[in-house]
Every structure is written in C-alpha cells, then in structure tokens.
C-alpha cells in the first residue's frame, strides 16, 4: 500500500493517534499534554503534522477526517 492510498488515522503516527484520541474527546491541548506526559508545546507540534498530513486547517476536521468513513472497510460500525 502507497502512502497515497493511506486515509485518516493509518497516516499517523503512534504517538499522533494518542493525541487524536484525546482530541476527539475535547480535550484541551494542556489537558493532553498532561496525560500524555509531555509539553504543551509537544502537542502543538503533534497537531501541526497532523493537520499537515490529514490536509485540514482544525481540530474538528482533523477528527472527522481521521474517522473512518461508515461503509468503509475501516468502519467499526455494523448494521
């Protein structure tokens, strides 16, 4: 698989789907920083690559995009 046919959370990072993860909660970028164990300034940079990779401008676009689309091999949803 290329990195062209990668979509969403498969072109992160480990580290950039834990901060997703937390992002899609609502949490603050203090607030993930501090049960990640890392900077502030850390979480800024994880969320400018993924921003950068996932081609969005915000974080409600990054979380919509990383989702898996429903219908989609990746979706967990079932009918």
């Known amino acids: 698989m290329t990195s062209t046919e990668l979509t969403g959370a498969a072109l ?3 580290r950039e789907r834990e901060v997703m993860e ?6 603050s970028n203090a607030e993930i920083a501090s049960a990640l164990w890392i ?3 850390t979480v800024r940079k994880h969320l400018e690559n993924i921003y950068a990779k996932l081609d969005v ?3 409600t676009a990054a979380v919509a995009r990383a989702r898996p689309q429903r ?9």
């Not at 937390?22 to 949490?27: D, N, P, R, V, Y």
């Not at 219908?71 to 009918?79: H, I, K, L, Q, R």
């Open 39 to 41: 900077a502030p300034t």
């Open 22 to 27: 937390f992002l899609a909660e609502g949490h």
């Open 12 to 14: 992160l990072t480990r």
């Open 57 to 59: 401008r915000t974080r």
């Open 71 to 79: 219908g989609t091999p990746d979706s967990e949803e079932t009918e």
